[in-house]
């Protein structure tokens, strides 16, 4: 898919950040789609794929992720500034209202916004996230953000992708391994590969009390109100419950839906065809493009 590489500052003017922007025709509904931890803007390139041409897509590398500036200051690797930066972007576009659609770090993000910008939100998707994270999905995160070095060539990045992911993601093959981490990683110059993130974002989500995670969400969950809500969940995810989604639930006043994503853990790559019809449907109700 085609699509123009915006390049801003960051809400602070201390970074240069990227986001890609894909077209859609004239009027057509914005969704702002913000990543997980240690993802990138092409983490949704296959649920990009199927929503192509219906919706302007705008879709951004997080600051210390991707094509965006690493911050020399990792302190600043936290939600509230990551939603700081999204409004930013949104504004340097023109962007009064979007759908958000936030994938773990990136749901967190969504909350976060529509707290401090209560008319953005026309709809929201959440991507195995919600204000109660399970502490052992937590733990399991901590082990493996940070310096890993560089890997000798897309196959023992593959290898590696997979050693991390692979009780997230029990069925899939080496294909699909590979198309994993050449969105996860990048090529340097001399040939080998890295993890396409800041390995001091590992310093955000470290000890019994991460930056990463505010203390409190349920309160941030609350203030949603009306905004229409779908949460997706892996039913093999170590992070999201299924007694923190039934109590999402419970606290959205709201248009609420869930499913669940058969053998899939933390996180559903959203082109699974359980998760790829509940956001179908979502946003036809929700989020209606004029074309389908």
């Known amino acids: ?25 004239e009027g057509a509904p ?26 302007r897509m705008i879709v951004p590398d997080q600051r210390g992720r991707g094509a965006s500036q690493w911050d020399p200051d990792p302190a600043q690797y936290r939600p509230d500034v990551y939603a700081q930066d999204m409004l930013a972007l949104m504004d340097d576009l023109g962007v009064t209202r979007a759908g958000l659609v936030g994938t773990s770090m990136g749901g967190l993000m969504a ?21 109660v994270l399970d502490p ?18 897309w196959t023992e990045a593959a290898a590696r992708t997979r050693a991390i992911n692979a009780p ?32 001091a974002i590992s310093e955000s989500i470290a000890g019994d009390d991460p ?23 892996g ?11 039934n109590e999402m639930a419970r606290r959205h006043s709201g248009p609420y839906a869930a499913v669940e994503v058969p053998r899939v853990g933390h996180a559903p790559i959203l082109d699974e ?10 946003l036809k109700v929700h989020l209606p493009s004029s074309r389908t």
């Open 1 to 25: 898919m085609d699509y123009r590489v915006h390049h801003y500052r960051s809400a602070d003017g201390r970074l240069d950040l990227v986001a890609r922007d894909y077209p859609a025709h």
């Open 30 to 55: 914005v969704m702002l789609m913000m990543h997980g931890l240690t993802r990138n803007s092409a983490d949704f390139e296959p649920l990009l794929d199927k929503l192509a041409g219906r919706y």
């Open 111 to 131: 909350m976060v916004m529509q707290a401090m910008r209560p008319d953005l939100a026309q709809a929201a998707i959440f991507n195995d996230i919600g204000p």
């Open 136 to 153: 052992a999905g937590l733990a399991r995160i901590q082990g493996y953000v940070g310096p890993g070095g560089k890997m000798a060539d």
């Open 168 to 199: 997230a993601f029990p069925d899939f093959g080496g294909a699909q391994w590979d198309a994993f981490a050449r969105r996860i990683a990048r090529e340097n110059a001399d040939g080998t590969v890295s993890f396409a993130y800041d390995p």
């Open 211 to 233: 930056q990463t995670v505010p203390p409190d969400l349920w309160p941030l969950w609350e203030l949603l109100g009306a905004v229409p809500v779908l949460v997706v969940r």
């Open 235 to 245: 039913a093999l995810s170590d992070l999201l419950s299924t007694a923190t989604v």
């Open 273 to 282: 065809p359980v998760a790829l019809a509940a956001i179908e449907a979502f």
